[in-house]
């Protein structure tokens, strides 16, 4: 089969949750025998490197971005509100990508168009002009229900309105492409039943992250127990909930347990986190090696109240066989079972509670670590993940 797959931001190299989702689809499709070709958007904040790309990657791939300018502009921001167009998808359409798309759908044919989610829906219009190609959107998130959630937490009074305006602006922009497009690969089961309560009737299919299971070794570090959290902080969901541990969460362990430990660190770490030096915790940065990081370490925090979709980095720490405990926002996605191979706290004093059991009985984290590997094995191996995509295009083609 041959498959464009047009990215929102570089799937290479796979740094965060976005890419490292694209990547595995891009990865698990060549591996599983398809022709892909990769057309990504280049940002100033996401840049494609090239040179960086291994070769056979490069070659299999025929992977090229354009560049798009998606810095925050008040003046456009302010005329998409008047307009009723909604900004956080508007600013990814440029004519250079669209020129891009014209050029390369006039010379060659594919079967299958897949999108990266939906900030690479605006170009629509010329795929259905230029190609025949059936058009399936890989839902990483239902965008709406982030922003409705962020909204619902909103402490400013100013903003809050204007949060809320937004998550119904782009709640109406996502029915209207869900019907546009020929199929739906939500990442969610949840995502997809909720698209279907509210009135999509386009095919719709779940397909889960994957990982390739060899490149996740089960790991028991020595020492005491180091809570951790590992994230880029210039997503609010990720800092919304760091703010509210530090501040909501932390103080009461530390308070029981003077020698507890917590490791914070992701790419855009806020300075003031950095330099608070709060009792007990380490904060850093971007680390080189995510997959070390976490194999260091003993157990995962994942205070989210703002997300949606699957959380990367919580199938990636289960991949390694280590203890998670989590919000029921943050484990959203994932067929858990709470107390068995996850913990799950939805209050300061639940996730208190939680980080003291596993610090007085540290076997808890080995117990619950090893159930979350075996449920990863089970259900988020990507090469049968593929398979049910793969399997979801062929029935689009023959239609």
């Known amino acids: 089969m041959r498959i464009l797959q047009l990215c929102n931001k570089p799937p290479y190299p796979p740094i965060d949750g976005g890419s490292k989702a694209m990547h595995n689809i891009t990865q698990g499709l060549l591996d599983a025998g398809h022709e892909v070709k990769v057309l990504c958007i280049s940002t100033k904040k996401h840049p494609l490197k090239v040179a960086s790309i291994p070769d056979e990657l490069r070659e299999r791939t025929r992977i090229e971005g354009v560049f798009v300018d998606t810095s925050l502009n008040v003046v456009d921001a302010f005329t998409d509100l008047v307009t009723a167009d909604n900004y956080n998808i508007s600013r990814f359409f440029s004519p250079d990508m669209d020129i891009r798309l014209i050029q390369l759908l ?3 044919e594919f079967d299958i168009i ?8 605006p ?8 190609s025949n190609a059936r058009i399936v959107l890989r839902s990483h998130n239902l965008e709406h229900v982030i922003q409705e959630r962020i909204a619902q937490g909103e402490r400013n009074i100013l903003k809050k309105p204007y949060r809320k305006f937004l998550a119904r602006q782009l709640k109406a922009y996502e029915d209207k492409v869900l019907q546009q497009v020929d199929g739906v690969a939500a990442i969610t089961a949840a995502d997809a039943l909720h698209m279907g309560e509210h009135g999509c009737t386009t095919p719709i299919i779940t397909i889960p992250f994957g990982v390739n299971p060899m490149e996740y070794e089960a790991s028991r570090p020595p020492g005491e127990l180091i809570f951790f959290h590992l994230g880029s902080m210039d997503w609010m969901p990720n800092e919304e909930g760091i703010r509210w541990l530090l501040r909501a969460v932390w103080p009461r362990v530390i308070r029981e347990h003077p020698k507890a430990k917590l490791h914070l660190a992701g790419n855009r770490m806020p300075k003031d986190m950095i330099r608070a030096r709060l009792p007990g915790t380490t904060v850093v940065g971007r680390v080189p090696d995510a997959n070390r990081y976490i194999s260091q370490r003993h ?11 699957m959380r990367v980095k919580i199938i990636e720490g289960m991949a390694m066989g280590k203890c998670i405990i989590s919000t029921a926002i943050g484990a959203e996605g994932i067929d858990h079972t709470p107390g068995k191979n996850i913990l799950i706290a939805d209050t300061a004093a639940a996730f208190t509670a939680e980080i003291e059991k596993v610090l007085a009985d540290p076997g808890i984290a ?14 988020h191996t990507n090469a049968e993940i593929i398979k049910d995509l793969v399997a979801f295009y062929a029935s689009l083609v023959k239609k």
């Not at 897949?114 to 829906?121: A, D, R, Y």
């Not at 170009?123 to 230029?130: A, D, G, M, N, V």
């Not at 080995?366 to 259900?379: E, F, H, M, N, V």
């Open 106 to 108: 006039s010379q060659e």
């Open 114 to 121: 897949h999108l990266e989610s939906l900030f690479v829906t």
């Open 123 to 130: 170009y629509i219009p010329t795929l259905r002009r230029y």
């Open 299 to 309: 157990v995962m925090l994942v205070p989210l109240f703002s997300a949606g979709g």
């Open 366 to 379: 080995d117990t619950i670590g090893t159930d979350a590997r075996k449920l990863i094995l089970k259900r």
